[in-house]
Structure formats: structure tokens, C-alpha cells
């Protein structure tokens, strides 16, 4: 899940109801993936300066047979698949991602992007958020504090040689504004962000996500009664469950902005979003490029909000070769252009 809000949880909704759910992220389980115990993958902790306590699933780069398969259904859903042996081959190191996952989510969901990119010598490393996953309860931020976390984490692992450099960002919805809000801090160590649908603003975040779960179709007696308690909570309602929630956590929400942060950057940035999220319009990635030189910005068309990341298939290659140009680069060199080839056809 990206940062949304869980339908089953705002039955009784009210102010006080939502602005707990804008506060507190659902957690959700890590799968127990067979994938991971074929390979062999270490999960593993580390502790921030501040005492949060963050895990995170290391990937170590290694040719490993990795097979993603992505099919249409009769729907026009997505179906995906992928398979796995254990490390047959070393390769040569190119550098270290970290993957940053969406609200309500865990580092889960980029467990395909880190196999897939640690074929080509990439090592990857999962983080579970503060508050999502294995991780440490603390308040959340809306990208700030996140990022915080994601500094020290990232100077502890490269004081410890377990990642290398170049150094890079990838995250989707709450995890792509975390990995923008993170680039003044770390922009001596990181060559690059790819950033999957990122908010604007923690405040059009989360209007976003009321948004979407106002606009989805419910299923069930318990969803409709939710749905429909939403549906007439207005811009007042949504404003006062907004302040309340910043009281909780210690933060003003309306203040948690990244386009300042965007246009300041001196990080090459990848802005990648769906034509058809309905929670993020693709405009707002758009204007983010717009304010700087070191971001560019591309649509894909036929994907929404939470299934463009999971399109390894058409992804994983312009991707890479992105990601590798940006540690290519010099102070004085643009940053590399991104080219979406056509949909590979099922």
C-alpha cells in the first residue's frame, strides 16, 4: 500500500478518527517470501543517532537467474510473477541502492527492483520506514524526519563497507518524497533519486489519499458505511483532522513542503509517474521538474498510482541505464536524459 488510507480503519470516521489514521500508519507484515530464504538474505538493524531503531533487508549484487514475469488478465489488471536461484555468479560492484517504500507498506515492495538491479551490480538495501514494517515506532514525518533516518542509516553503512558508491535513492509515493526530502543531507555520497509518484506536499498528500479512497468503489457493508462517512467529511473536516494530526505528531503538516528542497537540488532526479494515478495527478511531478535542471520528469501511460513501480518488465532497463550515466557525470556535465522504450507486448 502507498500512502493511503486503509478503508477498513476509518469506519467510525470522524475528525479525531482521521487525523489518528493521517498520524499512525497501518503496519503491514512482511511476506514471508521463499525468495528470500532460497538466497539467503540478511535482515538486519540499525539504530540512528536519535534511537530509532531501522531494519532493512540487504541484497547483495549477484547474478542469480531473477525472472520477473508480468501478464494482462482478462481484466486489464496485472498479473506478476518472479523466480529466483540462489547466487550462481559474482559481479562487479557499480554501487548501492536504497529502496524507500510507501505508506502503510514495507521494504517488501521493492524486494523485485532489488533483485532485479543487483543482477547488474547493484546491492540493495530495503528499508523498512520508522513506523512501517520491523522498524521502530516514532512519529511520522511526511518525508523530513524520514529522511533524517535515511542519512544516518546511509553514513553507517558506508562507514561499516557494506554499501559503496555511488550511492542512490529509489522510492515510490511516501518513500519518493522521503528520498527528495533527503537530498541536501546526503548530496555528497548520492549520484541519483529515482522517485516513483512523490507528493508535492505532505498536505496535497494526504488530500490525495482521501481523494483516492473517496473515488474507490467499495465492496461490502462495512466499505460503503466507510465511504460514505467519508464522503461527507468536507475541506473543513479535512483541515481540522490535518491540524489535529500535526498536533499529534509535534510537526506542522501544512509546512512539510519539497519543492523548495526540489529546486535547491544539486542531485540528478528521476521523476517517474502513472497517467492515470488518481491520487497524484502526473502533473505535480511534472512541476517539480519544471524548477530545476537537475530533474526531468516522464509519464507512463496505462498505469495509476500503485502499479507503474511494479512494471519491472519495462522498467528495470532504462532505469539502470539512467541511474549508471548519473555516476558519469561531472559538476559541469547536464544530467542524463531518461528514454521509456515502447511496452513490451505480453
Not at 540462489?86 to 523485485?112: C, E, K, M
Not at 542519512?151 to 561499516?160: E, F, K, N, P, S
Not at 474507490?216 to 483532522?241: E, F, H, P, V, W
Not at 500535526?246 to 528542497?261: F, K, T, Y
Request: with cysteine; aromatic share 6%.
Amino acid at each position: 500500500m502507498h500512502l493511503a488510507l486503509p478503508l477498513a480503519l476509518i469506519a467510525s470516521l470522524g475528525v479525531g478518527t482521521l487525523a489518528k489514521h493521517i498520524a499512525v500508519p497501518e503496519r503491514t507484515p512482511h511476506l514471508n517470501l521463499k525468495i528470500e530464504q532460497t538466497i539467503a538474505l540478511e535482515r538486519l538493524n540499525h539504530t540512528t543517532a536519535d534511537g530509532i531503531r531501522l531494519s532493512y533487508l540487504f541484497v547483495p549484487s549477484a547474478k542469480r537467474d531473477f525472472v520477473y514475469d508480468v501478464k494482462r488478465t482478462e481484466t486489464n489488471g496485472l498479473r506478476f510473477d518472479m523466480r529466483v536461484k540462489n547466487a550462481q555468479a559474482s559481479v562487479p560492484t557499480r554501487g548501492s541502492i536504497i529502496y524507500l517504500h510507501g505508506w502503510g507498506s514495507n521494504g517488501d515492495q521493492f524486494t523485485p527492483w532489488a533483485l532485479a538491479l543487483a543482477e547488474q551490480g547493484f546491492s540493495g538495501v530495503n528499508v523498512d520506514l520508522r513506523g512501517h514494517g520491523d522498524s521502530a515506532d516514532a512519529p511520522a514525518g511526511y518525508g523530513p524526519r524520514e529522511a533524517a533516518d535515511i542519512t544516518d542509516l546511509v553514513r553507517g553503512l558506508l562507514a561499516q563497507g557494506r554499501i559503496q558508491p555511488p550511492i542512490y535513492l529509489m522510492g515510490t509515493s511516501y518513500g519518493g518524497s522521503t528520498a527528495l526530502f533527503a537530498e541536501p543531507a546526503l548530496r555528497d555520497v548520492i549520484a541519483g533519486i529515482v522517485a516513483f509518484a512523490p507528493f508535492q506536499s505532505a498536505n496535497e498528500g494526504i488530500r490525495g489519499a482521501i481523494r483516492e479512497a473517496q473515488d474507490t468503489k467499495a465492496s461490502g457493508i462495512r466499505a460503503r458505511i466507510t465511504l460514505a462517512a467519508l464522503g461527507r467529511m468536507n475541506d473543513s473536516d479535512i483541515d481540522a483532522a490535518i491540524d489535529e494530526a500535526s498536533e499529534q505528531l509535534g510537526i506542522s503538516l501544512r509546512n512539510v513542503d519539497a519543492r523548495p528542497i526540489v529546486a535547491a537540488s544539486q542531485t540528478c532526479i528521476l521523476l517517474l509517474h502513472g497517467a492515470d494515478d488518481r491520487m497524484f495527478p502526473a502533473a505535480s511531478s511534472h512541476e517539480l521538474a519544471a524548477s530545476t535542471p537537475m530533474a526531468s520528469a516522464t509519464t507512463v501511460n496505462g498505469h495509476g498510482h500503485v502499479d507503474l513501480p511494479m512494471r519491472l518488465d519495462w522498467l528495470v532497463a532504462p532505469v539502470a541505464t539512467w541511474v549508471a550515466a548519473t555516476s558519469q557525470r561531472t559538476n559541469d556535465n547536464a544530467c542524463p536524459s531518461f528514454k521509456l522504450p515502447p511496452e513490451p507486448t505480453h
